[in-house]
């Protein structure tokens, strides 16, 4: 499995980017098992899980970024995405891609990260 991470860069304090993460497997036939997330990692910091979403849709968020971003996932393209509005400078970091299952049959990918650089 691969997850192609993309959509990283550099962006003013309260301006937008759109992080899309395409899986290299069908994901239409996911279930509550199955959970795509977003994770990031400041330098220095430990890595964040910041959003996720299973295959039945049920959303989660890390504090710091309710209200303001967004996972959505395209099941005909095998693709997640993240939409960040109102960034800050705090929400500079790498940015992971990530697919799971938790049970039976566990499994956990990661993607290359993509770097977002919000700057003040």
């Known amino acids: 499995v691969q997850l192609q991470a993309s959509g990283g860069g550099l962006v003013q304090a309260g301006g937008s980017l759109r992080l899309s993460c395409a899986a290299s497997?069908?994901?239409?036939?996911?279930?509550?098992?199955?959970?795509m997330g977003w994770y990031r990692q400041a330098p220095g910091k430990q890595r964040e899980l910041v959003a996720s979403i299973t295959g039945n849709g049920i959303i989660s968020y890390v504090d710091s970024v309710k209200g303001r971003f967004t996972i959505s996932r395209d099941n005909a393209k095998n693709t997640v995405y993240l939409q960040m509005d109102s960034l800050k400078p705090e929400d500079t970091a790498v940015y992971y891609c990530?697919?799971?299952?938790?049970?039976?049959?566990?499994?956990?990918?990661w993607g290359q990260g993509t770097q977002v650089t919000v700057s003040s």
């Open positions: 497997v069908s994901i239409s036939s996911d279930n509550v098992l199955n959970v």
């Open positions: 990530n697919r799971r299952r938790v049970g039976v049959r566990s499994y956990n990918y």
